[in-house]
């Protein structure tokens, strides 16, 4: 007995959806694609952030275990899998001050800084291949109720203007278009509620690893001058150089 009722109830909004005006085809079909690829995006992008936090836990606990930076960073390089995340930006700043510290007349700032520079944009870098698509998310999720109330105000214009052609008013003259009117707000309703819900989800798991990525980079920086203080300090006992015009 359930069944049937179901049976019947999706048969009817079917045919209310066969029978609707052009125009109001139209905005179901525009609702139901841009609902399809905002689920697309929202199954694609959990599980790319899935594996974002996961690589970060998995990189936090090798980097600070103890292991010796040089060794590490050539495990990376040596991968066969693209380095992202924490791992790139290691990867990009470890390299650019390896580089540069085997040229003469740099300075230990000149390393650090140009060391920094390079994971600066190695994290813009991820930070954008993150967000990428969120923008469509947040554009469905805002526009859908406006496309839906368009459905809206085409079958309530349509109800009107098939009330005027009648002598006697009865429901089941504007009952078919003030259904296609529900039908077009409901459905810009469900492409809209998922498509905001996972934007402002995935908004704040990408702050929270930007957050994450600029302490990493501030403490490779710091690690990377102490290094280079250890380098430049003079021999115990010895007198530190006096730079030309510093005295006054």
Same mark, same amino acid.
């Given at each position: ?20 005006? /052009?125009?109001?085809?139209?905005v179901?079909?525009? $609702? ?9 995006v ?8 899935? +594996? ?7 990189f ?10 040089a060794?590490?960073? &050539? ?7 693209t380095?992202?995340?924490?791992a ?6 470890y390299?650019?001050?390896?580089? =540069?510290?085997?040229?003469?007349? =740099?300075?230990?700032?000149? /390393? !650090? +800084?140009?060391?920094?520079r ?11 291949? =993150?967000? +990428?698509?969120?923008?469509? $998310?947040?554009?469905? @999720? ?6 839906g /109330? ?22 089941? !003259?504007?009952?078919?278009? #003030?259904?296609?009117? /529900?039908?077009?707000? @409901? ?5 809209? #509620? ?5 934007y ?7 702050? &929270? ?13 710091s #690690? =990377?001058?102490?290094?280079?203080? &250890? ?18």
């Amino acid at each position: 007995m359930n069944s049937d009722i179901a049976v019947e109830s999706n048969m009817t909004v079917i045919t209310l959806v066969l029978e609707a005006s /052009l125009a109001v085809q139209i905005v179901l079909a525009i $609702l139901v694609l841009a609902s399809i690829a905002s689920w697309w995006v929202i199954i694609d992008k959990r599980w790319m952030l899935k +594996q974002a936090v996961g690589d970060a836990d998995d990189f936090e606990a090798t980097f600070w275990s103890g292991i010796d930076l040089a060794s590490f960073f &050539r495990q990376i390089s040596e991968s066969r899998r693209t380095a992202f995340g924490m791992a790139g930006i290691f990867q990009a700043g470890y390299r650019e001050f390896g580089r =540069l510290r085997q040229e003469t007349g =740099l300075t230990g700032s000149a /390393l !650090v +800084q140009s060391a920094q520079r390079a994971m600066n944009v190695s994290q813009a870098r991820e930070i954008d291949r =993150l967000e +990428q698509n969120l923008a469509f $998310l947040a554009t469905v @999720a805002s526009t859908s109720p406006y496309v839906g /109330l368009f459905g809206t105000v085409w079958g309530i214009m349509t109800a009107f203007y098939d009330l005027a052609g009648v002598k006697s008013a009865t429901i089941d !003259v504007v009952a078919q278009p #003030i259904s296609e009117a /529900l039908i077009a707000t @409901a459905l810009g309703l469900f492409a809209a #509620i998922p498509a905001q819900i996972a934007y402002n989800r995935y908004a704040d798991k990408v702050d &929270r690893l930007e957050v994450r990525y600029n302490t990493f980079t501030e403490e490779l920086t710091s #690690i =990377l001058e102490r290094s280079t203080g &250890r380098r430049a300090a003079p021999p115990p006992g010895a007198a530190a150089a006096v730079p030309a015009g510093a005295a006054t």
